[in-house]
């Protein structure tokens, strides 16, 4: 989620944007409520969803294609609200002692991140498992959740005053380590979508550091730049990890590309810039580890260059009709997609640009439609726990199948527990307070 600044004039104005877990779709909060979007084609921004019941919207969060959506409005910044969109009913809603600074969810749980607690739900009833209380200060909220539900890890800020990662297990409930990842405080932090891997910023956004899950060990390290400190907005993986995006409040997007250089790769002809590569690399051996370290990280594999400065923007790395693209959303209500060349990357190319804030036509329900006709749709529910009475009716959401359409989501991508179809016996309206 990024919030981003007021802007005076039309009936809507954008306070906040975010990509559903795996970019599939985008959703974004105004001051007259939230709209949900599917990225599934290039030319065409598709709106599934608008709701005007809530003002003011600063937080939303949509898990995965699903019909469940989390909302927070600045009315009552301290109450989170849980929503099947597609009934047009609430699931729950629950109160927390501090304003909520930002949501994140996977199939297995959902987290609430205020600046000094964190709390973990269990999604597949709302209930309150874990409170993580007397966190460091954390005035952004800044947090990551992994999306693969297998693991469940949670990661934030283990100082304010430093770059220490704490790594959390929301599965086992359990401190799994601590990370050492930058020398002043975080800015940034992203999993990749299996888990295995999490990228950081810091502050001063010139070094971005990929480190093994749940080890900590460093695996990569990228240079963004050494002119000038940024602040960097969104850090992202492609969702086959082989790629990272980094945006900040300047005009440069970068994209780094995850790769091992081997030994093993062939003899290069004898040039004279290849010899001073050489020599280059041999230089490094003899220096000062602070310097060699800078002269040995990584640089962009590809760029873009935003022909805005200075707004809040969100990025991701997704396939769209078969190709790689790189979508940016700005705080101006804007959606640019370009492509990205994964062989020899460079300057991506702009090829679309979407109003987010149009009064285009509704096309409620339009990801459904689109799909061709299924023997039986699955739906990825939030299930009765055994040891709750059978009298108790528990959440359930359907699925729209993904990124690709008529894609029928395997039973491996559900969360454990029973999978039920949608029924309105479902997400009974409940309120809880004061967790």
Known sequence: MEAAAEAPGGPAVLSCFSYNQDCTSLAIGTTTGYRLFSLSSVEQLDQVHESNEIPDVYIVERLFSS???????????QQMNVYHFKKGTEICNYSYSSNILSIRLNRQRLVVCLEESIYIHNIKDMKLLKTILDTPPNPTGLCALSINHANSYLAYPGSATSGEIALYDGNTLKTAC????????????????????LASASEKGTVIRVFSIPGGQKLYEFRRGMKRYVNISSLVFSMDSQFLCASSNTETVHIFKLEHLTDSRPEEPPTWSGYMGKMFQAATNYLPAQVSGMMNQDRA??????????????????????????????????????????????????IKKHSLLGSGKMEENKENDLQPPLPQSYAATVARQSSVPST????????????????????HEFATGPVCLDDENEFPPVSIRDP
């Open 67 to 77: 019909s469940l959506v989390v909302v927070v409005s600045h009315a009552k910044p």
């Open 178 to 197: 601590t990370i050492p990842a930058h020398d002043g405080p975080l800015a940034a932090l992203t999993f990749n979508s299996t888990g295995s891997k």
């Open 301 to 350: 594999f590809a760029t873009v260059r935003l022909n805005i400065s200075g707004q809040r923007n969100i990025c991701a790395l997704s396939t769209i009709q078969k190709l790689p693209r790189l979508l940016v959303t700005t705080s101006d209500g804007h959606l640019y997609i370009y492509n990205l060349d994964p062989q020899d990357g460079g300057e991506c190319v702009l």
């Open 392 to 411: 108790s009716t528990m959440p359930g959401y359907s699925e729209d199948g993904g990124a690709l359409r008529g894609e029928v989501i395997p039973e």
